[in-house]
């Protein structure tokens, strides 16, 4: 199985700041890798698909990237609604796996 | 509007059964493959299982092949999760959600949740 390792597990942010997450798999996995945000209590929200496409509706300052085996999600300048837990997802065709998770905390 | 609502959590003992259904609406449900993912109090995400539009192609997790089965009803918009054999660590939030129309690209809507409790 694709094993996806998510670095850092807890990162502390100021709002302004700029964010970067970086997910990678344990062999390549194309493009084919999802970022979704996840606040407490709540349903995970897609945010990146196929490494860099923005869903719908999702704000410009989250973008995503790489491909292979190395991928980041970067917020370019931190909103206090952006305070969640951020998880990496990959997909092949018989299995899909999630990182462990970011917890993005106020500093 | 895109709607998934999960039903059918509970409490159950361990090596008991129970079913998780989620009701669909908002989309044309028997285009889309579907998935079961679970979240363990305070941890991370898992998936559990995927079903294709048809239900030609179904994958598991290895920690329930055998013990969980997915299925899906077309005619009525809806997913099932049949959960055989329950063990402790399968106590979680379940969610039902959604491929993006391309499979493997993401899973674009997802249900509110059921919880699952499997203890004595």
């Known amino acids: 199985d694709i094993q996806m390792t998510q670095s850092p597990s807890t990162l502390s942010a100021s709002v302004g700041d700029r964010v970067t997450i970086t997910c990678r798999a344990s062999q390549s996995i194309s493009s084919w890798l999802a970022w979704y945000q996840q606040k407490p209590g709540k349903a995970p929200k897609l945010l990146i698909y196929?490494?860099?496409s923005l869903e719908s509706g999702v704000p410009s300052r989250f973008s995503g990237s790489g491909s292979g085996t190395e991928f980041t999600l970067t917020i370019s300048s931190l909103q206090p609604d952006d305070f969640a837990t951020y998880y990496c997802?990959?997909?092949?065709?018989?299995?899909?796996?999630f990182g462990g998770g970011t917890k993005v905390e106020i500093k | 509007e895109v709607q998934l609502v999960e039903s059918g959590g509970g409490l159950v003992k361990p090596g008991g059964s129970l079913r998780l259904s989620c009701a669909a609406s908002g989309f044309t449900f028997s285009s889309y493959s579907m998935n079961w993912v679970r979240q363990a109090p305070g941890k991370g995400l898992e998936w559990v299982s995927s079903i294709s539009s048809s239900s030609s192609y179904i994958y598991y997790a290895d920690s329930v092949k055998g013990r969980f089965t997915i299925s899906r009803d077309n005619a009525k918009n809806s997913l099932y999760l049949q959960m055989n054999s329950l063990r402790a660590e399968d106590t979680a939030v379940y969610y039902c959600?959604?491929?993006?129309?391309?499979?493997?690209?993401?899973?674009?809507?997802w249900g509110q949740g059921t919880l699952v409790t499997v203890s004595s």
């Open positions: 196929k490494a860099s």
């Open positions: 997802q990959q997909y092949n065709s018989y299995s899909v796996t």
């Open positions: 959600a959604r491929d993006k129309a391309v499979a493997g690209s993401g899973l674009d809507y």
